[in-house]
Nanobody
Framework: QVQLVESGGGLVQAGDSLRLSCTAS????????MGWFRQAPGKEREFVAG????????AYADSVKGRFTISRDNAKSTVYLQMNSLKPEDTAVYYC????????????????????WGQGTQVTVSS
């Protein structure tokens, strides 16, 4: 029921910033908790950040804490991932994900907890 489209990826140098966007197709976007995941070649898809349906609660992987910020604009049905101080190890395909949530909880950190996924956007950080 929810289609997600990511944008904003690209090739940048270490230390640069990028902002990823994910726009949902449904007006009920405000009822969904959102998350960002990433997957590098040969590695499992890993949790990056999550945000509750209200935007009040957020969660981050330790590897990105202090550098990345997740936010959402429910009026625009869009979730963002602001990525600062990018490192080569941040290189991956980044996916946004959504799951319907009754509770205002952001800590859904596993792939199995999400029902809808975007197509992914490539982020490449050079040394």
């Amino acid at each position: 029921q929810v289609q997600l489209v990511e944008s904003g990826g690209g090739l940048v140098q270490a230390g640069d910033s990028l902002r990823l966007s994910c726009t949902a197709s449904r007006r009920t976007f405000s009822s969904y908790a959102m998350g960002w995941f990433r997957q590098a070649p040969g590695k499992e898809r890993e949790f990056v950040a999550g945000i509750s349906w209200s935007g009040h609660n957020t969660a981050y992987a330790d590897s990105v804490k202090g550098r990345f910020t997740i936010s959402r604009d429910n009026a625009k049905s869009t979730v963002y991932l602001q990525m600062n101080s990018l490192k080569p190890e941040d290189t991956a395909v980044y996916y946004c994900a959504a799951t319907y949530s009754y509770s205002d909880f952001a800590g859904r950190s596993t792939v199995g907890e999400y029902d809808y996924w975007g197509q992914g956007t490539q982020v490449t950080v050079s040394s």
